[in-house]
């Protein structure tokens, strides 16, 4: 029986190193050998399962046959069960929206929150620096997305923990604990409306001030629209950023030879981080066609759902030499991670200097640190998947600071 036959993302079959890349590989070896680079699954109904690069970039590139209304599958627990906003419209609908946030997301505003990210960082390392041991993941990977975010929309810090939560009740307990999840989307329900009431009253400089007094062709939002608006930030601004540094600091916990490579040459982290989005890719994009098309060797029908999953496209030796090899300098690394297209990642830039900032601030401060060998780290699989837990031990205060990394260095967006 075909791989491809029951191919599950939210229940990935985790091998001895406490992933599923032997499953992913092993997926990907029989696409290659049988030339099946799209397959059928049988799960939630049926779906295909797009594993090869060639084919996820015809799909990502031609939006009219491939639609983006169904972007999560099975859908996410949004408000109303409406699409995601942004991900999950299609042009000119898409466009219209993207146009309101273009200038916030922009190189220049995330290199100017460079600084703000990098004293964030500090303040969390700070909390556990002195104890020798830690889950880095709760500590300060899934921590640091969600402050930021609640940074970006004008609320403290501390709030990025309730938004984590958040954001886990509609990608993953929407599906397996419905009622949990309505629970706490009752309570994001009515902090939204809290908040839109107040940004309408005292608007500030952040981004949910900016949407909500914004105006498209004469009109504002509407409170569905800005709602909407509200919850992409949420999803768009954790959950992949979440998987990247937790599998980032989780591989760099064990691979001692190129966390020491990355301190002795600073400038290999830029490239490195491509390689961490590529070889750990944290996410899956959906699909629904709009009319009949063959691709790939498959004839779809119109209104099918499929899922280019990142993970195994971004392994594909057709594309990548050495694909399961982990290369810091890859060059190129045309990876999907972060989309592609007029869907590409509207937080890509974001994305890459909290990647940075806190591989520099963690190896500066805790130069020397391993897995802890009493605990083991979990894989969360689903739509988005990766170290959702990463016990670590290190010496107290951190040991001797590593000289090579300053925080002076420019942090990159490019």
Not at 23 to 50: C, H, K, M, N
Request: net charge negative; aromatic share 10%.
């Amino acid at each position: 029986m075909s791989l491809y036959t029951h191919f599950d993302h939210y229940k990935s079959p985790i091998g001895p190193d406490g992933t599923p890349y032997d499953f992913f590989e092993a997926l990907r070896d029989e696409a290659i050998e049988t030339e099946t680079p799209i397959g059928w699954s049988e799960e939630y109904g049926g779906f295909w399962v797009v594993t090869g690069w060639e084919e996820a970039q015809q799909i990502q590139r031609n939006p009219q046959v491939f639609s983006s209304t169904e972007v999560t599958f099975p859908r996410f627990g949004t408000p109303g069960g409406r699409p995601v906003m942004l991900a999950g419209h299609d042009d000119p609908a898409h466009m219209r929206y993207r146009r309101l946030l273009q200038e916030p997301f922009s190189p220049s505003k995330a290199v100017e929150m460079t600084e703000y990210f990098r004293k964030d960082t500090n303040v969390l390392i700070d909390r556990f620096i002195g104890s020798g041991r830690v889950d880095i993941v709760e500590a300060l990977t899934a921590a640091v997305p969600g402050r930021m975010t609640a940074m970006l929309i004008g609320r403290p810090p501390e709030d990025g923990d309730m938004y984590r939560t958040w954001v886990h009740s509609m990608a993953m307990e929407s599906h397996s604990d419905p009622e949990g999840a309505r629970r706490h989307l009752a309570d994001m329900d009515a902090h939204f409306y809290e908040l839109l009431e107040e940004r309408r009253r005292n608007p500030g400089d952040d981004i949910m001030s900016a949407v909500i007094h914004a105006e498209i062709d004469g009109e504002r939002l509407t409170e569905e629209e800005l709602y909407d608006f509200f919850v992409i930030l949420l999803i768009g601004g954790i959950d992949n950023t979440v998987y990247l540094l937790g599998n980032m600091l989780w591989r760099l916990g064990w691979d001692k030879e190129l966390r020491r490579r990355l301190v002795r040459t600073p400038d290999l982290l830029e490239p490195a981080i491509d390689e961490f989005l590529r070889f750990y890719s944290p996410n899956m994009s959906a699909r629904i066609t709009t009319e009949p098309i063959s691709i790939g060797g498959v004839d779809m029908e119109a209104g099918q759902h499929l899922v280019n999953f990142h993970p195994i496209i971004n392994r594909d030796p057709r594309q990548f030499e050495n694909p399961d090899v982990f290369v810091p300098d890859r060059s190129p690394n045309r990876h999907f991670a972060l989309g592609l297209g007029i869907h590409r990642c509207l937080g890509t830039h974001l994305v890459r200097v909290e990647a940075t900032v806190v591989a520099q601030e963690f190896m500066r401060r805790v130069p020397e640190w391993e897995l802890d060998p009493e605990r083991r780290s979990v894989w969360a699989p689903g739509q988005t998947g990766g170290m959702a837990s990463v016990p670590i031990v290190f010496p107290p205060d951190g040991g001797y600071p590593s000289a090579d990394w300053s925080p002076a260095k420019q942090v990159s967006v490019s």
